[in-house]
């Protein structure tokens, strides 16, 4: 039910200048002997058309509320868009007989995937048109694609609503048809040695976990051959680089095992490689009768281990590549004459090449102080070239073949950036802000040249720091028009994330959670205090765990910033850690703590956004969701905003915006997304009075 909205017909338009107020139902529930009441629980009722009826109001009055930004939101798009090369052409990949690749036409939301024999000049033969298969739907999504060695066999996954509920399709690429070989939720799949072997994980309906592995033999029934019984894990497939082995992955917050099955032999048993062993993570790839494992045992950012396969004990072990504190291993790629290294230092990536004939190692070296370079596929073993994509904040996503016998790179494709783009005229820097207990945290900053260290300019500040995953300086189209404003753009790579390694995240997640959000206020009066921007020029973004950031830092310093954006925000911890029978939480008790346990309920309690919200001043919010989030239910960023809006005491404006059609990556397609992007970046901008005409 809903306040203050159901107005006569003719007063509509005035409804819907007025918030939405929901209406307020306790519900209560004890936990560790104190009882918990909840005003907005009843919003969870996804089936309730109360709770569409108020998810749509919410959405009438954001409309309502930004019609003077609508302009200035189709600007942005048209800027956007101008620069992107809308028919383009990635850079064909060589697996076997044929070159892979996908390419986008203008106007099409989606890409085609395609192939071609032998040569590019070889007739093009289109695997998949995700136009056409996304036709009739709001929302299209394909996850994996694996195809057969022998090339005729395309197997793939699609999602339709955003839940990211994947259904199992298996392609004849030789008639064009579907085989009518089906599965539903299946989260990975790799094919077999013998061309007609599939074998694929599923994730468990209730709590999205996934558990169960199978082998699908064409035209039978699958065959399950393994569920995961302990809610800490999950399950996943891939193979080794060479094909010889399929390996079914498990792994919780903290330990992972690795099960082998000879590619070559599919009726044959998944074996463990090593027991799982609390605390010990690793994996493996595969050459020449030896296993490579990536092991965290006695090496904190983990070591490099060779082992015999025919007699993989511990005892056996062989050091190949040693540990470095100062330098995570992130993964190793094993080829026929080459090893290389993924690492991250000082919040960087890098690379290491290993001569197996030469016996010795030499690095990738890259020219910018700020950058992000990633593996690209390399999907041969035999390749003795190297392919990586290298870009920063100021160059664009550029595609290197990397020669591992000559140490020379050869560029093969730089993403164009249409309209007249130079580089010189952005300055890319790394910034490091010693936080409150001494720790030093980097930035990576990005603007225009020219910017006035005076405090006058504004400033978005991104941060996420959870789950071990770092962020990385990438290029972005739709962030020049930011820069083109004046605007700088810093990414804080606070702890919980893996930028400095291992301890970087374990100091950022449990009981040492408060360390990411210390560090975000840190980082932002670090800013403040040498005149990069002021407190209300200072816009903070985050999504998911980062809207969970951003969610946290507001309550504890709502004075520190002008206006905030909480994206698909997990804002609403206790109730959802609380809860066993929603997805994904059990596994992550791992992460955030166990709200069973007294000690670990009480401090996760005193810093859950949802939970901590008070009767005072906020900054301006927009918060942005998905009716269909399977990561982070929709209701955790309306139950946020209803209490919010009945909570505090400004007239800042307070919006949530939920795309009834997606799920935790908003819209799917690419155009989609941009006006997405275009309507937060037009909203942002307008908290600090920057409008279309200030470039």
Request: charged share 25%; aromatic share 12%.
């Amino acid at each position: 039910m809903l306040n203050d909205i159901s107005l006569p017909a003719a007063n509509k338009n005035a409804a819907q200048t007025i918030p939405p107020l929901a209406d307020q139902q306790p519900h209560r529930d004890v936990r560790h002997d104190e009882t918990v009441v909840d005003q907005y629980y009843w919003l969870r009722e996804k089936k309730n058309p109360e709770v569409i009826r108020y998810l749509k109001a919410e959405n009438a009055y954001t409309k309502a509320m930004t019609k003077p930004i609508k302009l200035f939101a189709k600007t942005l798009y048209n800027e956007i868009l101008a620069r992107i090369k809308q028919t383009d052409l990635s850079v064909p990949t060589r697996d076997g007989a044929y070159f892979y690749y996908e390419r986008t036409v203008e106007g099409d939301q989606y890409p085609i995937y395609a192939r071609k024999k032998h040569n590019l000049e070889a007739p093009e033969e289109v695997l998949l048109n995700l136009n056409e298969l996304a036709k009739g739907h709001k929302y299209f999504e394909i996850c994996d694609s694996v195809i057969t060695d022998d090339d005729y066999l395309l197997a793939y996954t699609t999602d339709t609503t955003g839940y990211r509920q994947y259904t199992l399709h298996i392609k004849d690429l030789r008639t064009g048809k579907l085989t009518g070989d089906t599965s539903q939720r299946v989260t990975s799949a790799v094919w077999a040695a013998d061309n007609k072997t599939l074998f694929f994980t599923t994730e468990d309906e209730a709590t999205k976990r996934s558990d169960s592995l199978w082998r699908l033999t064409l035209g039978s029934q699958p065959t399950q051959l393994y569920v995961e019984s302990d809610e800490l894990y999950s399950i996943s497939l891939s193979d080794t680089k060479d094909r010889t082995y399929v390996i079914l992955d498990i792994r919780s917050t903290d330990t992972w095992e690795s099960r082998l099955l000879r590619a070559d032999d599919p009726e044959g048993e998944f074996r463990v490689l090593h027991t799982r062993q609390k605390g010990h993570k690793y994996d493996v790839e595969h050459r020449d009768g030896l296993f490579y494992l990536r092991t965290n045992l006695d090496a904190k950012n983990f070591r490099i281990v060779t082992v015999p396969a025919n007699a993989p004990t511990r005892e056996n072990w062989s050091e190949f590549a040693a540990h470095q504190p100062a330098a995570l291993i992130d993964a190793i790629e094993v080829f026929q004459d080459y090893a290389v290294l993924h690492e991250r230092s000082e919040a960087l990536n890098r690379f290491r090449i290993y001569s197996f004939t030469q016996k010795e190692w030499h690095a990738i070296d890259f020219p910018e102080a700020v950058y992000l370079a990633a593996g690209e596929g390399t999907p041969e073993f035999t390749s003795t070239q190297f392919r990586l994509c290298y870009e920063s904040m100021v160059t664009p996503s550029t595609i290197y073949d990397y020669d591992m016998r000559t140490r020379e790179r050869t560029q093969l494709k730089q993403d164009e950036v249409l309209g007249g783009y130079d580089p010189l005229q952005y300055r890319t820097e790394r910034l490091w802000v010693t936080a409150r207990d001494g720790i030093r945290v980097p930035l990576s900053v990005v603007y225009k040249q020219g910017i006035q260290l005076n405090g006058s300019a504004p400033l978005f500040l991104y941060g996420y720091g959870a789950y071990g995953l770092g962020e990385d300086a990438h290029f972005s189209y739709s962030r020049l028009s930011l820069l083109d404003r004046g605007c700088v753009y810093v990414v804080a790579h606070i702890r919980g994330g893996d930028e400095l390694g291992e301890a970087w995240h374990d100091d950022g997640m449990l009981m040492r959670k408060k360390n990411t959000f210390n560090d975000f206020i840190d980082s932002a009066e670090y800013l403040i205090a040498n005149g990069w921007t002021s407190a209300d020029r200072l816009i903070i973004t985050g999504g998911s765990a980062g809207g969970l950031l951003v969610g946290a830092v507001v309550n504890m310093r709502p004075d520190l910033f002008r206006a905030a954006h909480l994206e698909v925000p997990f804002v609403d911890i206790m109730n959802t850690m609380w809860d066993e029978s929603l997805p994904l939480t059990v596994g992550e008790y791992l992460e955030w703590g166990d709200p069973r346990d007294k000690t670990a309920y009480e401090y996760m309690k005193s810093y859950s956004p949802y939970d901590n919200v008070e009767r005072k001043a906020y900054p301006a919010i927009l918060v942005t969701t998905g009716l269909n989030d399977s990561q982070v239910m929709y209701w955790e960023a309306a139950k946020y905003v209803a209490k919010l809006r009945h909570m505090k005491t400004d007239t800042n404006p307070l919006l949530l915006k939920i795309n009834m059609g997606a799920g935790h990556g908003g819209a799917s397609g690419r155009y989609d997304q941009l006006d997405e992007i275009a309507f937060e970046y037009a909203w942002l901008l307008n908290q600090v009075e920057v409008s279309a005409a200030e470039r």
